[in-house]
């Protein structure tokens, strides 16, 4: 979005003159979505090491990236709204310093149908004070769990299986240095939170910076899978549950807290659980991983 002059101290992009107009009209808001050009290059070095004790295979990964990113749009006629999109006008570094472990006991990586998997991962970016303006810290704790209900041979090569998967993630976001003002508070909307996007994370709702961004990501799902052709294509259904919550609410992605007079209406539907439901085809091939999900 481009933003009006003076907006930054409320949250509201251009057009709007209040939360409810910005709420409300969809249709406005895609009138005003500034279209940009964006360069970025890359390079990084990753490394780990796994070991093979009986109950799991235990991984240890690292590494670091460096990138360099730059937009392009009109300066004299436009001001984006999101205040990353701003800075990154001009030559902008990205550093970032990333780690893992995991413990995973599952039989197949990818096409599990029984075991247990957890991992997590802590990502520093902004390793620079004074060249980098974003500075995060970001958690993801996952954990997942696989259990055959059934398995009963039909003939010489094909089983009859139903496996049931259950999966919890969180993930937590947390900003330092650049992104805050004088008084503490956040300088303006800015891309790179944690989301709902409606693909990998809730599915079928649509991404909506309003209400589904924020600096904490709960993640839940079931699924009830039934392999068609074992190692090929499943057949599932899923029943989802994300939520997201915007911890410091200094923006329309937070708005919970961020006036006195917003807090009592906004407290009904922040912090809720964005859930769906629905069948799905699942291609378990490892140069094809494909899903294909109807969510309701």
Same mark, same amino acid.
């Given at each position: ?59 240890? &990964? =690292?590494? /670091?990236? %460096? ?8 300066? !004299?006629?436009?001001?984006? #709204?999101?205040? *990353? ?39 520093? &970016? =902004?390793? /620079?004070? %004074? ?8 958690? !993801?704790?996952?954990?997942? #769990?696989?259990? *055959? ?148």
């Amino acid at each position: 979005f481009v933003y009006r002059a003076g907006s930054y101290g409320n949250g509201l992009p251009h057009p709007y003159t209040s939360r409810e107009q910005w709420a409300s009209s969809p249709g406005l808001a895609e009138s005003f979505r500034l279209k940009y050009s964006r360069f970025e290059s890359a390079i990084g070095a990753h490394t780990g090491y796994q070991w093979y004790p009986r109950y799991a295979v235990i991984r240890v &990964n =690292g590494g /670091v990236d %460096f990138r360099v990113v730059k937009n392009f749009y009109d300066e !004299d006629n436009n001001q984006p #709204f999101d205040q *990353t999109v701003k800075e990154q006008l001009n030559w902008t570094s990205i550093n970032s310093f990333w780690t893992s472990v995991s413990f995973d006991g599952r039989d197949f990586a990818y096409d599990p149908s029984s075991g247990w998997f957890l991992g997590q991962r802590c990502t520093f &970016n =902004g390793l /620079v004070p %004074f060249l980098e303006k974003e500075h995060s810290f970001r958690s !993801d704790t996952k954990a997942e #769990f696989y259990v *055959t209900l059934l398995n009963y041979p039909v003939s010489a090569v094909w089983n009859l299986k139903f496996v049931l998967a259950f999966y919890t993630g969180v993930s937590v976001q947390t900003y330092y240095g650049g992104r805050k003002n004088k008084e503490g508070k956040s300088n303006g909307v800015r891309s790179g939170a944690l989301v709902i996007d409606g693909v990998l994370v809730g599915r079928g709702w649509s991404e909506d910076a309003k209400e589904n961004t924020g600096d904490l990501l709960l993640h839940h799902w079931i699924e009830f899978r039934w392999p068609l052709a074992h190692g090929i294509v499943s057949f599932d259904f899923f029943f989802d549950a994300a939520m997201v919550y915007n911890i410091e609410s200094q923006s329309p992605n937070g708005s919970s807290s961020a006036s006195s007079s917003s807090s009592s209406s906004s407290s009904s539907t922040e912090g809720l659980y964005k859930m769906s439901y629905g069948p799905g085809l699942r291609f378990t091939l490892p140069q094809f991983p494909l899903k294909l999900a109807f969510a309701n």
